[in-house]
């Protein structure tokens, strides 16, 4: 982990709701004292704590260790709305339907941000869109992934180095496309 829960965190979240310390305390059944060593930065609190502390603020583990408490304004789930998070470590895709707090490898991942692509090729055969990017396929500089999304689904093709670039979507409310490049990250093709 980068972190661990701060007592400025623990502050912040806490003042955040209105919270005094010993209101803190009672919930998590330790002393008001204990929670002022926790916020003053003269102690922190036992990892067995972690879960009542993130459940007293109404935010995940995650969020708590990071500082980052996160919003997801896409509550009617959206799909058009849709994060991907890759992870530099081991490639991994995670699809979300708008922000979350995730990790992979014990890093934080931050939802990758879309350029507009200009080295793609989207072709109309019959009932599918057939998409093909003019990039090189090594070991070293690669697409990882197509995706198509609508407004209640998602396409995804997960690419390889050395395989062809290339991947065919069922049209059905197809209404953005994005690829993703190991070195130089997201890109939309279709909005």
């Known amino acids: 982990m980068n972190q661990y829960v701060t007592g400025a965190v623990i502050k912040e979240l806490r003042e955040k709701r209105k919270m ?4 803190l305390a009672e919930k998590l059944c ?19 704590l972690l879960e009542p502390i993130a459940g007293a603020f109404g ?7 990071s ?5 997801n304004m896409n509550v009617s789930a959206n799909m058009l709305r849709s994060k991907f998070y890759v992870c530099p ?22 939802p990758e941000e879309a350029e507009e692509a200009h080295n ?14 003019n990039h090189e396929m090594t070991k070293d500089h ?31 409310g197809v209404r953005k496309i994005f690829y993703y490049c190991n070195k130089d990250g997201l890109f939309e093709i279709l909005k």
């Not at 500082?67 to 919003?71: K, L």
């Not at 470590?89 to 931050?110: F, K, P, Q, T």
């Not at 793609?120 to 990017?133: K, L, Q, S």
Request: net charge negative.
């Open 89 to 110: 470590v081991c490639g991994n895709v995670i699809h979300a339907m708008g922000e979350g707090a995730i990790s992979c490898h014990g890093i934080m991942l931050v």
């Open 30 to 48: 330790v002393s008001d004292k204990t929670v002022s060593k926790w916020e003053t930065g003269k102690g922190y609190p036992d990892i067995t």
């Open 142 to 172: 690669y697409i990882s992934f197509i995706a198509a999304l609508s407004s209640d689904g998602l396409q995804l093709i997960k690419l390889y180095p050395e395989g062809n670039p290339e991947a065919r979507f069922k049209i059905r």
């Open 67 to 71: 500082g980052n408490a996160v919003s």
């Open 20 to 23: 005094t310390q010993a209101e």
């Open 59 to 65: 935010i995940s583990i995650t969020e708590l260790l």
């Open 120 to 133: 793609a090729v989207i072709e109309r055969i019959e009932d599918e869109y057939f998409i093909h990017i």
